[in-house]
């Protein structure tokens, strides 16, 4: 069998400044495509409990009319610039794409600032819990470096310069914000009907049910989301658990799939015939 271990024997190697790209992309493109892809759904539904977050996205519409294309395109964005870099020429396309979308709205700089964090601290809170190795501390900083430099290209101001830090306006910023709003609740119900639609073989209330085991007391209370039990939030972290130990098995992944999405439900075949630039609301 092929050695398990020795992508992550590369990214020890690199320096998590200096080769922050390399080390994100091969952790999430080779070490934990599927984990990444989760975690990154929750990220992006933990921001839904601000409630200046939740209330522009329910201004756009965009959630109402067409949440898979919304996903879809925020998706494909995100995984250009980990698969080709933030400097290099399609993930400078993509950027543009984000800061023209970002640019219609008046969106403040805390809002941002966190947006982001989510994208570095979700996915390594993710893999401590299901992965099938915990993530290194290189692929962590490299993250917070990677997003980081994204980041300052975006026009986002103050973004801390320490790991650790960062973390802390997490942190506090969710302690402060995360608040109940009619808003969170239709966003939130909104992305839920769309996790659903993606199982249609399962009874959309166990898929819900499921789901919502996966938010933390403070979400649940801004959603208004009512907790289930302790039992299913048990089982559902046990079936992930579990899943861990089989992919820990599995040999080594040869081909990233950030990029490669020839199913996706928006972009047929993607990326073939498409630039980063066909993303997006019109």
């Known amino acids: 069998m092929p050695d398990r271990y020795a992508t992550l024997r590369r990214i020890e190697s690199l320096d ?9 992309r091969l952790s999430s493109g080779y070490e934990f495509p599927w984990d990444y892809v989760k975690a990154l759904e929750f990220a992006l539904f933990r921001t839904y409990c601000v409630p200046s977050i939740s209330g522009l996205l329910a201004r756009t519409g965009e959630f109402a009319k067409r949440p898979q294309k919304r996903y879809d395109d925020t ?36 809002d941002l600032r966190y947006v982001l964090s989510t994208f570095v601290y979700d996915p390594v809170d993710w893999l401590t819990r299901f992965g099938w190795r915990p993530p290194s501390d290189h692929e962590a900083l490299a993250a917070f470096h ?57 009874p959309a209330r166990a898929t819900r049910t499921a789901i919502l085991s996966f938010l933390d007391p403070r979400m649940s209370r801004a959603f208004g989301f009512p907790r289930p039990s302790p039992t299913v939030t048990l089982l559902t972290g046990t079936a992930l658990k579990l899943r861990s130990h ?36 019109p």
């Open 16 to 24: 998590p400044v200096a080769d922050h790209h390399e080390i994100l």
């Open 146 to 202: 990677f997003y980081r430099e994204v980041g300052a290209r975006m026009g986002v101001k103050d973004i801390p310069r320490d790991y650790a830090e960062f973390r802390r306006f997490k942190e506090e910023f969710e302690e402060r914000e995360f608040v109940y709003s009619d808003t969170n609740r239709a966003i939130g119900t909104y992305t839920i009907d769309l996790f659903c639609s993606w199982y249609p073989l399962i």
């Open 75 to 110: 998706a494909l964005l995100m995984a250009e610039l980990v698969e080709h870099g933030y400097d290099s020429p399609r993930g400078k396309e993509a950027l543009r794409v984000v800061n023209r979308l970002h640019g219609r709205y008046a969106i403040a700089n805390d």
């Open 246 to 281: 089989v992919v820990r098995h599995l040999p080594p992944r040869r081909a990233s799939t950030l990029t490669t999405q020839p199913k996706n439900r928006t972009y047929r075949g993607y990326p073939t015939g498409y630039h980063p630039s066909d993303l997006g609301a």
